[in-house]
C-alpha cells in the first residue's frame, strides 16, 4: 500500500519561512501534490512535483526527492490567511492517497 | 467557469438509512473522484469514474457506491448507514490522470 507521514502541527510568525516535510513510502506513483484547506472549506490545490526538484508559485514551493522518498512545501512570506491544513498526496493512476494533515497556525 | 458542486451541503441520518450524495463537476472533467474526511483518518479515497467507467476502488465496505452519468455528473450512495460514516464527502474532479483536483465544498453527513 501507500502511506505518507507530515508532521500534525506547525507554528509559525507573520513574515516568517516555515517548511512541511512530508515522507512516503509506495512501490509507484506519478507525482507528489499539495493541497490546503482552510476550516470548514474545501481542499485546494498548491502544487504538483511530477519531476525531482523543486517548483516554485509565487510564495510556495515544492520539492520532491524520489531517491529520498522524500517532498516538502515552503511557505515564504507567511500572512494570517495562511493559517490552514496542508496536505501532501501521493498522484496515482486515478487516485490521490494523502498524508493526515499539517495544521500551520501563523501568529501575529 | 463553475466549479464542483456537491448537493446537499448537510445532511442527517439515522442509523440504517441510506443516503445519496450528488456531484457535478467542472464543465469538461470527466473524471469524477469521491473522499471521506474525518477527523481521525484524514482524506480517505472512495473511488474514482472517468466516462461511466469506475476506474478506481478504495478500501471500503460493499455499503459504499458510485455511478457516473453520460453528463459526468456522479452519485454516492451509502446504504445501511452506521455511526461510523458520520464525515465529510467530498468529491473532486479533474481531466483525467494524476495532478490538479478541484474539490467541492463537501456533504456533511451526520449519522444519529
Known amino acids: 500500500g501507500q502511506s505518507l507521514e507530515q508532521p500534525s502541527e506547525v507554528t509559525a510568525v507573520e513574515g516568517a519561512i516555515v517548511q512541511i516535510n512530508c515522507t512516503y513510502q509506495t512501490s509507484g506513483f506519478y507525482g507528489l501534490s499539495w493541497y490546503q484547506q482552510h476550516d470548514g472549506g474545501a481542499p485546494t490545490f498548491l502544487s504538483y512535483?511530477?519531476?525531482?526538484g523543486l517548483e516554485e508559485t509565487g510564495r510556495f514551493s515544492s520539492f520532491l526527492s524520489r531517491s529520498d522518498s522524500y517532498g516538502y512545501l515552503l511557505l515564504q512570506e507567511l500572512q494570517m490567511k495562511d493559517s490552514a491544513s496542508y496536505f501532501c498526496?501521493?498522484?496515482?493512476?486515478?487516485?490521490?492517497?494523502f498524508g493526515k494533515g499539517t495544521m500551520l497556525l501563523v501568529s501575529p | 467557469k463553475a466549479g464542483v458542486t456537491q448537493t446537499p451541503r448537510y445532511l442527517i441520518k439515522t442509523r440504517g438509512q441510506q443516503v445519496t450524495l450528488s456531484c457535478s463537476p467542472i464543465s469538461g472533467h470527466r473524471s469524477v473522484s469521491w473522499y471521506q474526511q474525518t477527523p481521525g483518518q484524514g482524506l480517505q479515497f472512495l473511488f474514482e469514474y472517468f466516462s461511466e467507467t469506475q476506474r478506481n476502488k478504495g478500501n471500503f465496505p460493499g455499503r459504499f457506491s458510485g455511478r457516473q452519468f453520460s453528463n459526468s455528473r456522479s452519485e454516492m450512495n451509502v446504504s445501511t448507514l452506521e455511526l461510523g460514516d458520520s464525515a465529510l464527502y467530498l468529491c473532486?474532479?479533474?481531466?483525467?490522470?494524476?495532478?490538479?483536483?478541484?474539490f467541492g465544498q463537501g456533504t456533511r453527513l451526520t449519522v444519529v
Open positions: 512535483n511530477g519531476l525531482d
Open positions: 473532486a474532479s479533474s481531466e483525467g490522470l494524476g495532478t490538479e483536483a478541484f
Open positions: 498526496a501521493l498522484c496515482g493512476y486515478s487516485t490521490l492517497t
